[in-house]
């Protein structure tokens, strides 16, 4: 047989796929998504975003939901870590040295992306647990280490509701930038936390 022969009888692997652009375009999705709703969205629009061919968005994420869920998953590879938690020894303090610019930046976009994905969860209701994981459980998390050792050391009640005082300040910021359209800044924050959230945990003001 001749050489030739021999080497079109081999089998011929296809081009590996390319996964190192994943990060930019998971992020593309994101800022689609947070402008644009799930709705208006397209892969196009990503695409274009992402400097990206539609056909590599295609062979990695066959539909735009399962885009859509990889990008919001990939949300909640970036939350802080409970170790580099603030420990002031108030829970004001605590709250307060958490509230830093990258935060909020990230804070707003993850409730755009909230905002983004409703009707795409109202369709399929299965996939709300997957966006709460991802977009609310990890800062829901570290406010709940916060609040409970404000509990150990006496400065709250054990009988607070600490899952209520977790979700005050996230509700008036959902309402504030999505309602209102009003940016949320840092004094705005430290207003919320000494008004309303200390008084609802029972700490009085000093």
């Known amino acids: 047989m001749r050489q030739a022969e021999l080497t079109d009888s081999k089998p011929r692997l296809g081009r590996k796929r390319d996964d190192s652009r994943d990060p930019e375009i998971l992020d593309a999705t994101l800022d689609v998504l947070a402008e644009h709703g799930y709705d208006g969205m397209t892969i196009d629009m990503v695409a274009a975003r992402a400097k990206a061919g539609k056909a590599t968005l295609y062979r990695r994420w066959p539909s735009k939901p399962e885009l859509v869920l990889d990008a919001v998953a990939c949300m909640k590879a ?49 996939l709300a647990d997957a966006a709460r994981d991802a977009l609310v459980e990890p800062r829901a998390a570290l406010n709940r280490i916060i609040f409970q050792r404000a509990v150990d050391r006496g400065e709250i009640s054990a009988d607070v509701d600490i899952e209520t005082l977790i979700g005050i300040a996230p509700a008036i910021v959902a309402y504030r930038t999505l309602l209102l359209q009003k940016p949320v800044t840092r004094e705005f924050m430290i207003s919320t936390i000494d008004t309303v959230v200390l008084p609802a945990a029972g700490v009085r003001p000093s």
């Open 78 to 126: 970036t939350t802080l870590d409970p170790q580099s938690l603030p420990d002031t020894g108030t829970l004001r303090g605590d709250l307060i040295a958490m509230i830093k610019a990258p935060t909020l930046r990230d804070a707003e976009r993850k409730l755009k992306v909230m905002a983004g994905i409703v009707s795409m969860i109202a369709r399929n209701p299965e």
